[in-house]
Nanobody, 124 residues
Framework: QLQASGGGLVQAGGSLRLSCAAP????????MSWFRQAPGKEREFVAG????????YTADSVKGRFTVSGDNGKSTVYLQMNSLSAEDTAVYYC???????????????????WGQGTQVTVSS
């Protein structure tokens, strides 16, 4: 129900912008977030945005390099990724939390709606 796009191959130090849309949305979300999963690793939280406040939350590993933003009216969330390094190589997923909670959960199990993922590969 979510469609992520914008991934690709980029050189280290480069930038990419990911987008996630919910065409024909049939649910209401309180938070939309980005996660990533590298081969052989757990899925990890990257960044999220809470719609009612506009507050954003970013993982320490990408803070200062990645920025999450969104348009609730369009049900779209973005992830601007700058200064990419090989360690950022992963499949990036967007997800929606449809349960009202405090703050933004970094636990993937709390998210009920997921996109298909988009591959980001950073060459060193």
């Amino acid at each position: 129900q979510l469609q992520a796009s914008g991934g690709g191959l980029v050189q280290a130090g480069g930038s990419l912008r990911l987008s996630c849309a919910a065409p024909g949305r049939t649910f209401s979300s309180y938070v939309m977030s980005w996660f990533r999963q590298a081969p052989g690793k757990e899925r990890e939280f990257v960044a999220g945005i809470r719609w009612n406040t506009g507050n954003t939350y970013t993982a320490d590993s990408v803070k200062g390099r990645f920025t999450v933003s969104g348009d609730n009216g369009k049900s779209t969330v973005y992830l601007q990724m700058n200064s990419l390094s090989a360690e950022d190589t992963a499949v990036y997923y967007c997800a929606a939390d449809i349960v009202r909670r405090i703050g933004v959960s970094t636990d993937a199990k709390m998210y009920g709606v997921w996109g298909q993922g988009t591959q980001v590969t950073v060459s060193s």
